[in-house]
């Protein structure tokens, strides 16, 4: 058995771990990261593209907004198709100024890893059997196994970063924890492909065939998304039926400007709601996916781990460098307030531009009339670009 220290203990190197590493290490504090994938699976995975002004701001606090400033995308808008009829919603003039940008979750997550190389930090990737200890006594650990060695790390605190499916949450008592659930019929069939994108906006598709998305990732690379029944299998779609459906669900200047072509990556994911609370045990925070997920329709998953992080890296900070408890007592109540918020829009967003089986006539035409009220009103497009720009810390 080999004993290791450190501050603070990371579970999992996703972006929300990541991010934190670099933050922690940029005040002085000592941590180390315990991944259980190997570093090529970790920055291999696809998945949402949209930063809000917060998260941008935090990726430069934190020095690793080189590639954004330089390949990220600002949109100052993004455009909602219903009724065959295409509404742009001018974020920017709606929120004083404020945009989106369009940067991959991959390469957010590529650039905080070379950010770490550089800075020779110390990842354990590979690991096994990874499991956390103590933590609602004075001195957590964590163990875990790596090429056959067996590791006990002993540490100030543990930062459960490792997704939803990750150790950190299940090793809470039931007793101690609530979680709140909601699971959706549908899931989103993504393609990526190298294409130039349909828009220079993204254009969110409310139809009568269902939901799509046209997303981009550059000026060559789109990314689209359809909804489909959570029980389809990628298999099933070849690329020609994707294209034909995409087809099937826009206007027709956006049909006649789609340039189609192979996609590089297509997956299934199934949309769901959750939320964890309390997000802190003692000495154990929860963060990121780890303790709550979002559809991906209002782009908020990414936005929400970063936002978890900036919470938990300035009480941190302030326990080290202050000795005062105050951000760690509150970790958990302003994250969960923003969370609530974010979970709320998301959802919105999702049950007014997807179609739903059990949905009646009458159903129908309510939420027909709930957007058509957002998009004629100054106060309803207010609102939904105030939510979409992102929420203040
Ligand atoms: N031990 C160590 N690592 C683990 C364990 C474990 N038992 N279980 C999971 N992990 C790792 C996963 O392999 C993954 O690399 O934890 C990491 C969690 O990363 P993410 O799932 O990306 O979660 P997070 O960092 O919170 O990022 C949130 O990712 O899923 C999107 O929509 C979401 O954009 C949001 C962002
Ligand atoms: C994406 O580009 O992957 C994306 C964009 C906006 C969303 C979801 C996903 O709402």
């Not at 974020?91 to 991959?106: A, P, R």
């Not at 354990?124 to 964590?142: R, T």
């Not at 294209?243 to 400007?257: F, T, V």
């Not at 999702?350 to 106060?379: C, G, M, P, V, W």
């Amino acid at each position: 058995m080999e004993n290791l220290k450190t501050q603070v203990a990371i579970i999992g190197s996703g972006p929300a771990g990541l991010l934190l590493g670099q933050l922690l290490y940029k005040a002085g504090i000592s941590h180390i990261i315990i991944e259980q994938r190997s570093a090529d699976y970790v920055a291999a995975r696809i998945r949402a593209g949209i930063l809000e002004q917060v998260s941008v701001d935090l990726l430069h606090k934190a020095g690793v907004d080189e590639n954004l400033k330089q390949f990220g995308i600002p949109h100052e808008g993004i455009e909602i198709l219903t009724n065959g009829l295409k509404h742009r919603v001018d974020l920017s003039s709606l929120t004083q100024g404020k945009q989106v940008t369009v940067y991959g979750q991959t390469e957010v997550t590529k650039d905080l890893m070379h950010a770490r190389e550089a800075a020779d930090l110390c990842t354990y990737y590979e690991a096994q059997n990874v499991q956390i200890h103590d933590f609602e006594k004075q001195q957590p650990y964590v163990t875990f196994q790596k090429d056959g060695q067996s590791f006990r790390l002993a540490c100030d605190f543990i930062a459960g970063c490792d997704g939803y499916h990750g150790v950190c949450r299940a090793s809470v008592p039931q007793d101690k924890i609530k979680t709140f659930e909601k699971v959706y019929p549908f899931g989103w069939l993504g393609v990526l492909a190298d294409v130039p994108p349909v828009s220079d906006e993204l254009i969110y598709v409310q139809s009568e065939r269902g939901f799509a998305l046209c997303s981009m990732r550059s000026k060559t690379r789109s990314r689209y998304y359809l909804q489909v029944p959570v029980t389809d299998h990628v298999e099933e779609w070849s690329d020609e039926r994707f294209w034909n459906e995409l087809k099937s669900r826009l206007d027709e200047e956006s049909c006649n400007n789609l340039v189609t072509g192979a996609s590089i990556e297509k997956s299934i994911a199934p949309l769901r709601s959750f939320v964890t609370e309390p997000m802190r045990f003692g000495k154990l925070f929860l963060a990121g996916d780890a303790a709550h997920i979002v559809p991906p329709t209002g782009a908020k998953g990414l936005n929400l781990a970063a936002s978890d992080i900036a919470y938990l890296s300035s009480a941190l900070i302030e326990f080290y460098q202050r000795n005062s408890t105050q951000g760690i007592d509150e970790y958990s109540e302003k994250c969960l307030k923003r969370v609530w918020k974010a979970e709320r829009f998301s959802w919105w967003m999702t049950h007014l531009l997807h179609r739903f089986e059990t949905e009646t006539e009458f159903d129908h035409k309510i939420k027909q009339a709930e957007l058509n009220y957002i998009l004629d009103s100054n106060a309803g497009l207010t609102t939904l670009a105030e939510n979409y720009v992102g929420l203040p810390y």
